[in-house]
């Protein structure tokens, strides 16, 4: 039998609780370390996460930098195009993809940027549009036919966005209806005061039907303080005079936003143009009309600035004009009176048509209408220069025709490419083509009814950005993306610096509002050679050229057959290199070619006006009188006159006479009554047309005053001196020194002409009297009987005269010192002596107390004692001391003479002493005189610091009547 070995039970349960322990603990161990592992990873990826967010960020603005870089180019002084911008050279269409299209460094780039540009110039600025230009946006509206008082309907092209019934705004009239269906208005209210015959036309077909909703969007610019641009849309898009009726409907404003932007800039131009003088008073009792001397300068929709002579200003727009007069949508307050108050239209800011959307081109052309027309064409056209307007069918095949053309080079090529081919294949009338030129030059102009705004050519430098960027892994997936939208502005919106060579050039800068700084310009004005399009007035920028067809003119770029007359812009109207006085600009004339005499009549301005008539001014300071002139002819005329209240003394003019340009210095002397010549005691230049003509052009006339002197008096023309001088001439001969008792020898010269007869010469320091001349000699030999002549006779001694340098070369200056006035008869030597001793002037103070002083006010009646001094008939001695004002001066009393003199007794003001508040004054009650005051003394003499009066209250000598 075998025996089989059996093992225990209770071992087994042991081995197998071991073995669960273990795995237990391993998957505690397991448990603890899982979220550790698991927090590790999640750092980690919000590490990288973090960091890619950041690199995402900086990608951004690495993009939206480069991007300004390459807009930068499109300045007119880096680009190469810098009249025109095609739309390739901002939107970023032609770099590739970014960054990887950089090149080297970028080409393994795992960033991805995109870029989405808008050129803010392409949007219609919400700060200077026009009514009509933003409803053309959101529904335009426009008369279809004729409307007479008796219409009770108004048909318009489409009455889509209007509300059911209220109130419109037609040619500055508002007009109440009550219905409405598609294309017509329905139950409209007739005229409060209409005509007797009702059938007379009302409106014209092709007038502005405006919504007032729109308009209250473009009165969101003016508030209390005058023009105020939006800085927000919601200032000018939610603005509602406090009804929310006055609101468009939340799509309008919305779509609104998309096209328009708060302001987009007039290429570095100024906001205000030049402007003109309201020539009539306002009627109170309509306040917001007014009139201007220009009719051509304003239109409805514009916006303007009235500034007074004192600098105050208000601002407003116009609702409708025509000949000069103009009604606001505010009342003019006070202190804006006729001829004292400059008017001055805004500039409304350009669309880009290059770059805008078919939408703003289209808005841009609708209801264009002349209100006249000075078109003068030797040609028959097309269109009807009253009535014609630029319906919406019309404004759309010039928008195509725009798309099509783009990018057009300025407006002489919207002229050829788009404009005159339209007109020529009868899709537009020749009118039709006039207006849309002219509205694209200058809105503002008053032949334009309805006008919206003009045309830009290039971007603005004023771009909207939104970009967007992301970091991507090795295998393509996206890690982080960051995104930003800003609008700024890539370089100054104006030149820098720039040389206008041709006058296509210059036109682009001054006449289109390209931003030229250093020069000012009409906007619009094409000068007489362009009859269509220009203001029959003198143009600063003229264009010669090739006569085209309607009476165009084609600007040449040759340099030689320009005509550039640029003036200089405005500085600060005070003057230059540190001076006292003005540069006066003539700010408050409507041309900027400056103040027109032939309109205006003369100007007068005084020196206080200059800031020289104060007193502290120098009489050894320089007068310096210089200004741009034209004159049409060299007939009798004066250009300037300052003068004094003396006609014959502190005078300079400047005239012409018998053709000659003649400019006159009179000294402080006056007139010579004894002038046997009857010259006029000044000195005259004369400037010979012949040698220099100056008729018919702008001249640059400049006159300075160093002394009164023939070489200090210049004078000069175009910067250059020019003229001859009377009483100047120079040495034919030389001179020789002079020695006592020798001969006087004449003086030969180039010509005597304008010098007197007989008087006294400067050579160099020395002085010499003539007794008479020839043509070209000064003969200086002594008349006894005249008693004048001689080298010597103005020094006092020989010995003197010996001390100056007499000799003087040939080609030496001879000028004037001296009139012909003489003496009747030698003076003898003086040899009069003082008869006391004198000290230097000095003053001193009075300490002699010598009677009771009781006073009494006047008016008053209470007495009251003062203290002691001198009544008003003392006479006797009076003790002196040092002033108190200079207790250490010594010659106190010396400077009284000793034998006696005349003295000025005087006592101040001083506390009780002075005019009482109620207008009395002291009085010494014992001889009713005045205590204190001014009175002048004789005294018979002084011993030390005594003197003793003699006589009170004397006459000054040489003044009794």
């Keep these: 039998m075998k025996l089989l070995h059996i093992h225990s039970s209770s071992r087994l349960v042991q081995s197998g609780a071991a073995l669960v322990i273990v795995l237990l603990s391993l998957a505690l161990l397991f448990a603890l370390g899982v979220p550790f592992l698991f927090a590790s990873r999640v750092r980690s990826d919000s590490s990288n996460e973090a960091i890619f967010r950041v690199q995402a960020r900086v990608a951004v603005q690495s993009a939206s930098n480069y991007i300004a870089l390459e807009h930068a180019n499109t300045h007119p002084s880096l ?43 392409s949007k219609i600025s919400l700060a200077t549009a026009p009514t009509m230009l933003l409803q053309n946006v959101v529904h335009p509206c426009f008369l279809t036919g004729d409307v007479s008082h008796a219409d ?5 092209t489409s009455t889509a966005g209007f509300p059911d019934s209220g109130m419109l705004l037609i040619s500055g009239a508002w007009v109440v209806y009550g219905d409405k269906n598609s294309n017509t208005f329905l139950k409209v209210e007739g005229d409060l005061d209409p005509p007797e015959d009702v059938d ?45 009726d006055n609101l468009l409907p939340q799509s309008d404003r919305d779509y609104l936003q998309e096209l328009s ?62 000949g000069g007069n103009m009604q606001l949508a505010s009342p003019v307050p006070e202190g ?68 099509q053309q783009r990018p057009l080079h300025g407006p002489d090529d919207l002229w050829e490419k788009v404009l005159r081919p339209l007109a020529i294949e009868g899709a537009i009338t020749d009118v039709d083509s006039w207006v849309v030129y002219l509205n694209g030059v200058d809105p503002n102009h008053a032949w334009l009814r309805q006008s919206t705004t003009g045309y830009g050519y290039r971007a603005g430098l004023k771009f ?23 609008v700024l502005y890539v370089a100054p919106p104006g030149q820098l610096l720039e040389l206008a060579h041709n006058q296509l050039r210059f036109e682009d800068y001054a006449s289109w509002q390209r931003g030229m700084h250093g020069v000012s310009t009409l906007p619009s004005d094409l000068g007489s050679y362009a009859t269509p399009f220009a203001d029959t007035a003198a143009s600063i920028s003229k264009r010669f050229g090739i006569i085209q067809d309607l009476a165009r003119t084609q600007p040449d770029e040759e340099p030689e057959v320009s005509a550039i007359i640029p003036t200089p812009a405005r500085e600060a ?130 006159v300075l005053l160093r002394n009164e002197s023939a070489r200090g008096f210049q004078v000069c023309l175009d910067g250059v001196p020019r003229g001859d001088i009377d009483g100047f001439t120079h040495l034919t001969q030389p001179v020789a020194a002079h020695t006592p008792g020798s001969a006087s020898n004449d003086i030969y010269v180039e010509s005597t002409a304008g010098f007197p007869r007989r008087g006294v010469i400067r050579i160099g320091n020395e002085v010499i009297e003539y007794s008479s001349k020839t043509d070209t000699s000064f003969v200086t030999q002594r008349d006894p009987n005249l008693y004048i002549g ?172």
């Design 261 to 322: 932007c708060l302001s987009s800039g007039v290429y570095g131009a100024a906001w205000w143009q030049p402007g003109s003088f309201m020539n009539r008073e306002i009627d109170l009792e309509q306040p917001d009309i007014i009139s201007i001397d220009s009719k051509l300068i304003v239109n409805a929709g514009t916006f303007v600035r009235l500034e007074n002579y004192y600098g105050d200003s208000f601002e407003s727009l116009v609702m409708a004009s025509g």
């Design 336 to 403: 804006f009176t006729a001829f004292n108050t400059r008017v001055m239209p805004m500039s409304r800011e350009p669309v880009d048509i290059n770059a805008c959307r078919p939408e703003v081109l289209q808005a841009l052309f609708t209801g264009l209408q002349f209100r006249v027309m000075g078109v003068v064409s030797s040609y028959s056209y097309t269109g009807n220069r009253s009535r014609d307007w630029v319906t919406p069918a019309e404004a759309t095949r010039i928008t195509e025709r725009v798309l």
């Design 200 to 244: 007379t036309t009302r409106f014209r077909e092709g007038r502005f039907v405006a919504d007032p909703r729109v308009q209250t969007i473009t009165l969101s610019n003016i508030d209390v303080d005058g023009f105020s641009p939006p800085e927000f849309y919601a200032d000018a898009l939610e603005f509602d005079f406090g009804n929310p």
């Design 79 to 121: 680009d190469a195009s810098p009249l025109y911008d095609s739309a390739s050279e901002w939107d970023g269409s032609s770099l590739g993809p970014l960054p990887q299209s950089l090149g080297a460094g970028f080409d393994r780039s795992r960033e991805s940027w995109g870029v989405e540009i808008e050129n803010m110039q």
């Design 573 to 702: 109207d005070r003057a230059p290199y540190g001076g006292r006085g003005i540069t006066e600009h003539f700010d408050y004339t409507e041309s900027p070619l400056g103040y027109e005499v032939d309109s205006h009549g003369p100007l007068f301005t005084t020196t206080g006006d200059w800031g020289v008539g104060d007193g502290v001014t120098s009489n050894n300071d320089p007068l310096h009188i210089q200004g741009w002139f034209f004159a049409n002819s060299v007939a009798d005329s004066t250009l300037f006159d300052y003068t004094s209240d003396y006609t014959d003394r502190n005078r300079i003019t400047a005239t012409f006479e018998q053709g000659e340009l003649i400019v006159r210095c009179y000294g402080t002397h006056g007139e010579d009554f004894f002038d046997i010549d009857s010259q006029d005691e000044c000195i005259t230049v004369h400037i010979d047309p012949s040698e220099y003509d100056v008729a018919g052009r702008w001249f640059h006339l400049s």
């Design 464 to 486: 909207e950005q939104r970009v967007n960027a992301a970091v991507r892994s090795r295998l393509g997936r996206t890690l982080a993306r960051s995104s930003a939208e800003q």
């Design 790 to 961: 001689g080298r010597a006779a103005r020094e006092s001694t020989d010995v003197l005269a010996l001390t100056l340098d007499s000799s003087h070369p040939m080609g030496a200056g001879v000028e004037i010192y001296g009139y012909s006035s003489i003496l009747l008869g030698d003076i003898p030597p003086g040899g009069s002596v003082l008869s006391g001793d004198v000290g230097p002037w000095s003053i001193a103070t009075c300490v002699t107390g010598i009677e009771d002083i009781i006073t009494i006010r006047e008016l008053g009646v209470n007495p009251f004692p003062l203290g002691t001094g001198i009544s008003s008939t003392y006479i006797g001695d009076i003790e002196l001391v040092a002033a108190e004002q200079a207790p250490t001066d010594i010659y106190f009393a010396e400077a009284f003479q000793s034998d006696g003199g005349y003295a000025l007794m005087w006592q101040g003001s001083a506390v009780g002493l002075t005019w009482g508040t109620d207008g009395s004054r002291l009085i010494n009650i014992d001889d009713q005189s005045r205590i204190a005051g001014m009175e002048v003394i004789r005294y018979s003499g002084r011993t030390d610091s005594t003197i003793t009066i003699s006589e009170r209250n004397v006459v000054t000598p040489g003044l009794e009547s």
């Design 152 to 156: 009770s309907q108004l048909a318009v």
